[in-house]
């Protein structure tokens, strides 16, 4: 809660046109080259502070997709969201005009929601729409608390926020667009995965915990959050080269021939084949996952008998993930083992078919993975 004695404490003088230059030309020389999206809001919201001394700044995005304006108002914090005509806001989006407001509880348009869930008392209140270089409306941005003697914004604080909006808009249009680009690849990979696994019947969810085995694995490895996604997001397509694996092999209800598991083999390669062309980080990581994650540690696996450290990390990873699910479900060839078997057997393999360190936080981890087996169960 802001009493007044708190909002005096924090009573600023108007800034002066140098200050002013000083404050855009920092942001911008930040916001120019920043690649995510995340960033370059929370580099909008204190461009705008700073520059219109407000207590408070949101750059609210529309998600026209769900209809919702979103920002982020921190680093780490989930996203804030609210429907796309709440509040002033809102209001402010479809109306395509600016609002200012001395005290948000006095008008009717304000949504004391965002107050309820952020524990602040809004009072004097700036929102101007912003527009991409096409003119459409992509979000507002929205000032809260003029911290001067006056207390309200002005028309030289739509002006300054305009004005900001405008030198971050390339910057903030190509952000969004990247982040487009990479949850539809995201999404691409993941249906790619599942027709993979659609073709070769395996259990319902196998992917998905493939994916979170690896994520669980791979956090617990030491790799950075960033790579522990980037994992997760890859690891279902390891199988995806059996798409190519005719079906009186993939469904074959018993034991393959030699001849016939020579040729399920290929499933690495083809994925690898089909995935290598692409520059994407994305597609190359899951192109080496689908390449190496039959590989074995003591060098005996396929299709290039790589050994130790030579096999990926991200190999490593998925292999120790896949081999657990296939075994603890049920197979068109097999049926689900009991848990301490698959244990068993992982450390009967430790150093010989799979990465000793994998097995290790493999077992550090179980309690996890067999939460996520729950959950994902078919
Ligand atoms: P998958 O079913 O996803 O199995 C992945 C891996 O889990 C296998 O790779 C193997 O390392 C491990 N695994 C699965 N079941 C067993 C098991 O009963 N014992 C042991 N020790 N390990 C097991 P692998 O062997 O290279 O097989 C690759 C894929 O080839 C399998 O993927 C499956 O689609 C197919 N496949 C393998 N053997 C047979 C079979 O006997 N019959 C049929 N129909 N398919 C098979
Ligand atoms: C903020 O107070 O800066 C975020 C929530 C709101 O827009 O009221
Ligand atoms: C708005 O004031 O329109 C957005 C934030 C809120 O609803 O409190
Ligand atoms: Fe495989
Ligand atoms: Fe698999």
Redesign the pocket.
Same mark, same amino acid.
């Given at each position: 809660m802001h009493e007044l004695q708190d909002l005096e404490v924090k009573l600023k003088d108007d800034l002066t046109p140098e200050q002013m230059l000083h404050i855009i030309f920092h942001y911008i020389s930040l916001i120019a080259p920043e690649k995510d999206l995340d960033h370059i809001l929370l580099y909008m919201a204190d461009m705008g502070r700073e520059l219109i001394l407000a207590d408070?700044? !949101?750059l609210?995005l529309h998600d026209k997709e769900n209809n919702l304006l979103w !920002?982020k *108002?921190a680093h780490g914090v989930k996203a804030?969201t609210m429907p796309a005509e709440a509040g002033l806001?809102g209001f402010a989006l479809k109306n395509n005009q600016s609002i200012f407001i001395e005290d948000a509880y006095k008008d009717a348009r304000f949504n004391p929601e *965002?107050?309820l $869930? !952020?524990g602040?008392r !809004?009072k004097s209140v700036l929102v101007i729409p912003i527009q991409n270089q096409q003119g459409e409306n992509m979000g507002v941005y $929205?000032a809260?608390n003029k911290m001067t003697l006056a207390g309200v914004f002005s028309s030289q604080d739509i002006d300054l926020l305009t004005l900001a909006a405008s030198y971050s808009g390339k910057a903030l249009e190509a952000a969004i667009l990247n982040k487009e680009i990479e949850q539809t690849q995201k999404e691409i990979i993941y249906l790619m995965g599942e027709i993979g696994e659609s073709r070769s019947k395996e259990t319902g969810n196998h992917v998905k915990r493939v994916a979170e085995y690896s994520k669980v694995l791979a956090l617990r490895l030491g790799l950075s959050p960033v790579e522990a996604e980037l994992i997760k997001t890859a690891s279902p397509m390891h199988d995806i080269g059996k798409v190519a694996i005719p079906d009186s092999i993939l469904k074959k209800p018993g034991k393959l021939t030699d001849e016939e598991f020579a040729l399920m083999q290929a499933h690495t390669k083809i994925g690898f084949e089909l995935l290598k062309k692409s520059n994407r980080q994305l597609l190359k990581s899951a192109a080496i996952i689908s390449h190496q994650h039959h590989e074995k540690w003591n060098g005996t696996g396929y299709p290039q008998g790589l050994k130790g450290e030579e096999i990926h990390i991200y190999g490593r990873i998925t292999a120790v993930a896949d081999v657990f699910d296939a075994l603890a479900s049920d197979r068109c060839y097999k049926k689900a083992w009991e848990i301490d078997r698959v244990i068993n057997l992982f450390k009967e393999e430790r150093g010989v078919q799979f990465d000793p360190q994998l097995i290790d936080a493999f077992m550090d981890c179980l309690e996890e993975i067999l939460a996520l087996k729950e959950e994902y169960a078919d």
């Open positions: 408070r700044c !949101t609210w !920002t *108002v804030l806001a *965002v107050d $869930q !952020t602040y !809004t $929205q809260i």
